[in-house]
């Protein structure tokens, strides 16, 4: 796997582990807000935790793409061996 391949790998499995992350612990405004405001979506999160939630899936998709490196690399995980 050369390096640019690695990259893409990365980038796309870090998108998809952080939209599967970004809904956990949200809590919405629609108890705080009992009548209609200006501006304001009852349905946005109070604190989204935006920080935590970017390095909780840098930290994931390290340790899968780690794996999946090393099964590409060693032969355990190549396509190619399968379709023969």
């Known amino acids: 796997m050369g390096l640019t391949g690695s990259i893409i790998i990365y980038v796309m499995i870090w998108w998809i582990v952080f939209f599967s992350i970004l809904p956990i612990g949200i809590q919405s405004n629609k108890e705080n807000f009992k009548e209609s405001l200006e501006g304001s979506d009852p349905g946005a999160p109070k604190n989204p935790n935006i920080a935590k939630k970017f390095l909780v899936t840098t930290i994931i998709t390290s340790i899968l ?17 399968f379709l023969q």
């Open 65 to 81: 793409f780690i794996v999946i490196y090393y099964l590409v690399n060693n032969d355990f995980l190549n396509i190619r061996n």
